[in-house]
């Protein structure tokens, strides 16, 4: 089957960076848009940023300037370079993909299992 698995998460200062991975893994024949969500305590799941397999990218307005989605095609992988960290950025951060497997004929949405970012101030 698939899998998102995240990493880089952990607890940071306020001005300072983080960069947070996701790697997609199994029986995967295409891959279109691949997100970043996050959820903070108390508030809704929102999305941080996309990018699609072309390379086209958006940004929550909150994160433009100080965020940068990228991914590498060949490894499957997205990558969120998250920089002049601030409290409010504090979230679960979760990895999203559509995703058609081997066999398939119809893009899946699939979930990594969140990793925790924390900017103290």
């Known amino acids: 089957q698939v899998q998102l698995v995240e990493s880089g998460g952990g607890l940071v200062q306020a001005g300072g960076s983080l960069r947070l991975s996701c790697a997609a893994s199994g029986s995967i024949f295409k891959i279109n848009a691949m997100d970043w969500y996050r959820q903070a305590p108390r508030k809704q799941r929102e999305l941080v940023a996309s990018i699609g397999n072309g390379g086209s990218t958006n940004y929550a307005d909150s994160v433009k300037g100080r965020f940068t989605i990228s991914r590498d095609n060949a490894k499957n992988t997205v990558y969120l370079q998250m920089d002049s960290l601030k409290p409010e950025d504090t979230a679960v951060y979760y990895c999203?993909?559509?995703?058609?497997?081997?066999?398939?004929?119809?893009?899946?949405?699939?979930w990594g299992q969140g990793t925790q970012v924390t900017v103290s101030s």
């Open positions: 999203h993909a559509d995703i058609i497997q081997r066999g398939g004929w119809s893009f899946t949405p699939y």
